[in-house]
């Protein structure tokens, strides 16, 4: 199959994906991701209509703790790792189009 | 090497600086770690000879140097996942496998080269270099955990710790020459691991020994609070059974991870000849098809991308490591992700963005988890008739650095024969058996049904023993 992917579906799904690809790896990206999907697409050949999805391997359902108060982390330390904090916070860029 | 250090017969110090003399020489040449730790190993050396003089145990792997996939986070030393956009992090805590090895007295020498994020099967795609097959500087050690791998080959350590999503373990155990374990999913906790497949991480150990492998995992296994899909139970028991043989034990050779296109005729010799000399030791070995298990590759490839584009979202520049700056956030994101993640991690952000997309959910994710479904359908039934399962680990000896760059399929199908145990969440591990192409190592690959971690080292045993290496 030539076009499982065109160039329009890399550049939509790398705006999903928050990745600005520079014009390079939109062409290789384009052809690498049709041959592999190429391949992927060996599953639909299995007649799965009454199959259930397996998300995980184990049967597990919600697991829960007794809601007490435990230490977190220290928030400094966490902070710290941080490109930008200000006043306990994660500073960033805005957001809108307000003014900083 | 414990014993000694606990009966005080030999210092932790002393067992330190020899694994650092091998260090020096070939660390420079082979590059399998990202960081090496030297004043820490020290200082945790000299606390485990002070508790051996104070009359204290200092544990089950007292003075044992141990490396680390630099996956896993280490309070206060830097952790990378070989990827610039964790540049400068140092995370506020330890992973619980960090903190249950040095409860038991581990010494963590060192933090080793992956694939980035996990995302390989060569050890190339690290943003700090390739690491190096210490039996032939010119081939790859595997991957993703090719540094761990690589240190135990190289005897930097004796033990080290790899994570397996997809055979990240198992298979540079193999293209290595060293034993790697991917346990029972659940039987080892995630938490401080950096998710690339949460539903297939596995944290395991690798050694020079099957049973030096089974004391790693004992340490490290067993139930964790902080992980909320960690199995409500002990680490297993597998050192008491080690010795038992397996005679009687019922073991199936799966043709389609051995008699496929493409595997060397080494490597599939040595399956055979594994399964020969479990026969000469009791077993009754027979060859089993599990037929869903070609189509592995292809569900593994949707399935671990779509989880790795959730997981990845969250290097985003704002909470920790890289960030390139721009005028909104959203430009933010996309320039600091650009910037930060390598070829192979966008390649599969993408892939698995696309797969998770409006439209294409059903065919490609939802198609990719009911083939989950039938191929472990497939191994409980065959687990039905059999203990145990043999296949090959890698189709090949370790290639040529640059051997699969330009071709990430060919690259994706190293991962065929050990895939099938993500999926299905059993374990299975790499037991060097011989060598194959140019003299270089061939792994056999064991497998068995959830939580059959003693049945698989029992005869994991009786494959070393079969191949004539003698342990230490």
Not at chain 2, 67 to 75: E, G, I, S, V
Not at chain 2, 135 to 143: A, K, N
Not at chain 2, 253 to 258: F, G, H, Q, S, Y
Not at chain 2, 311 to 319: F, K, Q
Request: glycine share 10%; proline share 7%.
């Amino acid at each position: 199959m030539a076009d499982r992917i065109t160039r329009a579906d890399v550049e939509h799904v790398a705006q999903l994906a928050r990745l600005a690809l520079s014009e390079t790896e939109i062409v290789s990206l384009t052809k690498e991701l049709g041959a592999i999907l190429d391949h992927a697409a060996q599953v639909s050949a299995l007649d799965t209509h009454d199959v259930p999805p397996t998300a995980h391997p184990l049967p597990i359902a919600n697991v829960f703790r007794a809601d007490e108060v435990r230490p977190c982390l220290p928030r400094d330390e966490v902070l710290a790792a941080a490109p930008v904090a200000q006043e306990q916070r994660f500073r960033v860029p805005r957001i809108l189009g307000e003014e900083p | 090497m414990a014993a000694d250090v606990r009966a005080g017969t030999r210092s932790a110090r002393e067992v330190l600086d020899e694994y650092f003399d091998a260090i020096t020489d070939r660390e420079p040449e082979v590059h399998a770690f990202n960081v090496v730790l030297s004043e820490e190993a020290r200082e945790a050396a000299a606390a485990v000879d002070a508790a051996v003089a104070r009359g204290d145990d200092p544990g089950p792997l007292a003075g044992v140097p141990i490396a680390l996939k630099d996956n896993m986070c280490t309070r206060g030393i830097p952790t990378t996942c070989s990827s610039r956009i964790l540049d400068g992090w140092r995370p506020p805590y330890d992973a619980t496998v960090v903190q249950r090895l040095r409860a038991a007295g581990a010494i963590v020498v060192g933090k080793t080269n992956l694939d980035e994020f996990a995302m390989g099967s060569s050890t190339e795609n690290s943003a700090f270099g390739p690491t190096r097959n210490p039996h032939d500087l010119s081939r790859v050690p595997g991957g993703s955990s090719g540094g761990s791998a690589a240190a135990v080959a190289a005897g930097f350590a004796p033990l080290a710790l790899g994570s397996d999503t997809g055979g990240s373990i198992r298979q540079p155990a193999a293209l290595c020459g060293v034993v790697g374990v991917k346990p029972t999913y659940g039987v080892v906790s995630r938490y401080g691991l950096v998710a690339f497949a949460s539903s297939l991480d596995q944290i395991g150990p690798f050694a020079t020994t099957v049973e030096d492998a089974a004391l790693l995992l004992e340490v490290i296994g067993g139930h964790d609070p902080l992980d909320s899909t960690s199995i409500a139970r002990p680490a297993p028991d597998l050192l008491s059974g080690l010795g038992d043989g397996v005679s009687g034990l019922r073991v199936g050779i799966v043709d389609e991870m051995t008699e496929i296109e493409g595997i060397e005729p080494g490597v599939r010799d040595a399956v055979r000849a594994a399964g020969a000399g479990l026969e000469a030791a009791g077993a009754k070995v027979d060859t089993v098809s599990v037929p869903s298990a070609t189509y592995g590759i292809s569900a593994y490839y949707l399935i671990a991308p779509a989880e790795a584009s959730s997981n990845l979202a969250r290097y985003d520049g704002v909470r920790y490591g890289l960030r390139v700056d721009a005028d909104d956030v959203a430009h933010m994101n996309a320039a600091t992700r650009e910037s930060g993640f390598g070829p192979e991690v966008k390649r599969r952000i993408m892939l698995g963005t696309y797969a998770l997309s409006a439209g294409y959910y059903d065919a490609y994710y939802g198609q990719a988890q009911r083939v989950r479904t039938l191929i472990l359908r497939d191994f409980e039934r065959v687990y039905e008739q059999f203990d145990a399962l043999l296949a090959a680990t890698s189709p090949t000896v370790a290639f040529e650095l640059g051997a699969k760059t330009a071709d990430p399929l060919a690259m994706y199908l190293c991962d065929v024969c050990t895939v099938p145990a993500n999926l299905s969440g059993h374990p299975a591990m790499s037991v060097p058996f011989g060598t194959g192409e140019a003299g270089l190592p061939v792994g056999v690959q064991v497998l068995a049904p959830t939580l059959g971690e003693p049945t698989m080292f029992r005869v994991a045993g009786a494959i070393e023993a079969a191949g004539g290496r003698t342990p230490r």
